[in-house]
């Protein structure tokens, strides 16, 4: 099985600060790799695809990078509304293993 | 526009069997590369992928829950069901589905999830 860890677990930071999350992958998975906002009460919303791919309509903010077991996301001026939980989720091109990360709660200082 | 809604008990019995349907709108499950999934997450907790069916009527399974669960699909009704089997207070989750693009396996739209509590 592929183990995802995300860091940090959780993250406070001021309106306008860059904030960085990292996914890790136990195996190399290619750049088979998603990234999903998660506001309280709500469904996810996927916000990054293919590790890099930034889904329509989603603000230039939020961006994603990586490849193998090491991926990035960013959101390059933190908004209001982006307090959320933020999950990465790697698949197998085969469809036998789909699996989220643990998620990373963001909460502005 | 795409719009995914979940439906079923609230409430259930340990040992019953979980019956949950999703009915979608918007795209069509016997178009090449559609697929929806099943998406669980327990209070506070993390998202679980369960189970995904394709528009050839292909079925995946998570492996830890795959002896438990079953995915179908009934494209003239445009709706998915998941069953599952033996509930125990620990499957205890919000249960989503989720239009799912083959090509990538990521979920573009979400329903809004059906809250669903084991216990007797």
């Known amino acids: 099985d592929i183990q995802m860890t995300q860091s940090p677990s959780s993250l406070s930071a001021s309106v306008g600060d860059r904030v960085t999350i990292t996914c890790q992958a136990s195996?190399?998975?290619?750049?088979?790799l998603n990234w999903y906002q998660q506001k309280p009460g709500k469904a996810p919303k996927l916000l990054i695809y293919?590790?890099?791919n930034l889904e329509t309509g989603v603000p230039s903010r939020f961006s994603g990078s990586g490849s193998g077991t090491d991926f990035t996301f960013t959101i390059s001026s933190l908004q209001p509304e982006d307090i959320a939980t933020y999950y990465c989720?790697?698949?197998?091109?085969?469809?036998?293993?789909?699996?989220f990360g643990p998620g990373t709660k963001v909460d502005i200082k | 526009q795409v719009t995914l809604r979940e439906s079923g008990p609230a409430l259930v019995k340990p040992t019953q069997t979980l019956t949950l349907t999703c009915t979608f709108s918007?795209?069509?499950?016997?178009?090449?590369?559609?697929?929806v999934s099943w998406v669980r997450q327990p209070p506070g907790k993390a998202l679980e992928w369960l189970a995904l069916?394709?528009?050839?009527?292909?079925?995946y399974y998570s492996t830890s829950l795959k002896t438990r669960l079953t995915i179908s699909k009934d494209t003239s009704k445009n709706q998915v069901v998941l069953t599952m089997t033996n509930m125990d207070p620990v499957d205890t989750a919000t249960y989503y589905c989720?239009?799912?693009?083959?090509?990538?396996?990521?979920?573009?739209?979400w329903g809004q999830g059906t809250l669903v509590t084991v216990s007797s």
């Open positions: 918007g795209f069509s499950l016997s178009t090449s590369g559609m697929c």
């Open positions: 069916i394709d528009w050839d009527d292909d079925k």
């Open positions: 989720a239009r799912t693009n083959i090509v990538g396996a990521y979920f573009d739209y």
């Open positions: 989720q790697q698949y197998d091109n085969l469809l036998e293993e789909i699996t």
């Open positions: 293919d590790a890099s």
């Open positions: 195996q190399d998975i290619s750049n088979y």
